[in-house]
């Protein structure tokens, strides 16, 4: 891709809603990207700057990555940073970017899990990867059971008092230790910005955990990840399965989590859909929007046609 990028000067009149995020000051889009997929090394570097530049000139101003993304590890963020460089520097204070350490990172006994050592280092590695200086956000990518849970919270405090993230967020904590997390966090004055958990139409677990009631309560955001199922809530599976597809792969998406049930559903839900003059993908995000503390949905898209499909619902 040629050229000098300049972002869409209608950016902000493009249609994209922004939320209030929690009791907070932070406003994010209602429809943010993810990084998981599409933007590794073995992607097309072309194809993902399509998207992010999408994206971007259409209001999303929220990306979300982890220390892990690519494949391989790591090169996601890398894929960042040279879209900082290439076309993204001059838009840095209208972007919320945000990564993770959680998963296996690096070899060895500091590259996993939630300890102080972990934590700290990754996220080092990410700012270098990212060629930046903080990060809006930064997230415990999972509970860990086996480190104090204060020992966790505190590196997350300690990151936003060295400057290297403004706000601090937790993905897939149980219940409990949510709970105990918002109040640590609120008692150092580094409160729980948001959490990101697994909420679409076939997967309720944050509902009926409580996880959503208890944000709400607490004035904490909450950003639904793969809203789409990966894919399944869209039209991709309903006729068998693509050879360029997430499932094609193999490795995230499994063939064998499309039986004939789920397949049956979906084509009952694609029908409802289309009775209502929407897609499957449409209705799938604004199911998710319409649930209370639900702040965004943390979309993936292959290509700046899923995108601009999947914008849709928000007309
Ligand atoms: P989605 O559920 O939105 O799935 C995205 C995939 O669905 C796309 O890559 C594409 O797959 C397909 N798709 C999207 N839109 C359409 C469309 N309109 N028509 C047809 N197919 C479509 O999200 P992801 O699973 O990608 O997750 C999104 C983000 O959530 C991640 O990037 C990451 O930031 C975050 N995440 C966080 C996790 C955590 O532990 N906190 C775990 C997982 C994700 P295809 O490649 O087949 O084209």
Redesign the pocket.
Known sequence: MEGQYSANPNRYESGMQYERCGRSGVLLPKVSL?????FGAVDSYDRSREIVRYAFDHGITHF???NN?GPPYGSAEETLGRLMDDDFRPYRDELFIST?AGYDMWQGPYGNWGSRKYLMASLDQSLRRMKLDYVDLFYS??YDPETPLEETLQALVDVVRQGKALYVGI??WPLEATRFAAQYLKERDVPLLIY?G?L?MLDRAPMEEGILDFCAQEGIGFIS???????L????YLNGI?E????SKGKFLKASMLTPELLSQLQQWNHQASEHGM?L?EMALTWILQQHAVTSV??????TL?LS??LRCLK
């Not at 809530?233 to 991709?236: C, G, P």
């Not at 360029?244 to 499932?247: E, K």
């Open positions: 993810g990084f998981w997929h599409n979300d990555l982890a993304y993770k990518h999972r993905s897939r990101q697994r679409n990840f793969s809203p789409l199922a990966q894919g809530l869209t039209d991709r693509p360029d597809s997430r499932m897609t993908a943390l979309i993936g898209a292959s290509s899923q499909n999947n």
